[in-house]
């Protein structure tokens, strides 16, 4: 409002100029309005020139049907794991590697096979070789996983050791095992609400504190995925020229996931060996 007041009081002055000029040397009436209509001209075009680059910047998006074909009509993918045999044989470096490193990599030996089976319907998360992953401060030592929607690669997940203390005392890592996880996704404004939620808060569950009653357990992660999608949409909205990534991170003694791989083994189950990593209840031959 301001910014317009301002345009007509310039305009009034250059016009009481004008005449003033006009009076004081004689010129034409015809040469005044002539000059007048030529800057009113210039002020409009620059008026039409703010407004539609404005608008262009509203209309002209980048093109993402083809990004939200393979999330709302694309087949979902079948997880295809590449599961490292070692840390080195993953490209970790070995002068990198602990002894808290190993107890990592075995302990999460089955956790993608874990999220994909509690995870929503479209998602997979696959296993990658690669265990030199990018850490906090530098290179890291993990593991590594690809992040599909249905035919859509969302993004990645990677898990490395959690903590301060397995730095210095790395033998003690087995006695207080903490791993973080970090999960970054891309195009997630396009995926519904419950389905985030769904994966967001089964990974903070396996990772952090269980204890003896799940219900709360379940509760306190339903509130970390909760808290992390509503964050992602205020960035979201309040930066609506930006297309926002979504990255989450958190750290835990993963619980249920060493609960999960006991039952596993005490019961004789692998479930790469028995459900290729993926959903129990998937007919593996579906779609062979």
Known sequence: MLK??????????????????????GIADQTIWLTMLALMLVLVSFQFDGRLNALEERV??????????????GKRHRPQ???????????????????AHEVLFEDFRWFGATLNQHIAEPWAVEELNDTDVRGIEG???GRRYQVYYNACRMGTMQVTTGGHEWIF?????????????????NYLRFVPYTDTHSLISTVALFIGKFGDDGDVARAKASAVATAA?????WE???????????E?????????????????????????????????WADQNADA
Do not use: C
């Open 169 to 185: 005392r790395p033998e003690t890592f087995a006695e207080n095992r903490q791993a973080r996880v970090e999960v970054d996704l």
């Open 139 to 141: 290179p890291e030592v």
């Open 60 to 73: 002209i998006q980048k093109d993402y049907s083809g990004i939200k074909a393979l999330i709302e009509e």
């Open 248 to 280: 989450f991170r958190t750290e835990g003694p993963y619980e249920l996931l060493s609960d999960t791989t006991d039952h596993w083994k005490a019961n004789g189950i692998d479930p790469f060996e028995k459900w290729d990593g993926d959903r129990s």
């Open 4 to 25: 317009r007041i301002l345009i007509w009081v310039a305009i009034i002055v250059v016009g009481l100029i004008g005449y003033a000029a006009k009076n004081a040397f």
């Open 236 to 246: 979201s909205v309040r930066n609506p020229d930006i297309d926002m990534s979504f």
């Open 81 to 99: 794991h590449q599961q490292p045999k070692s840390l080195v044989e993953g490209g970790a470096v070995k002068s990198f590697i602990t002894a």
């Open 229 to 233: 999608l509503t964050g992602h949409l």
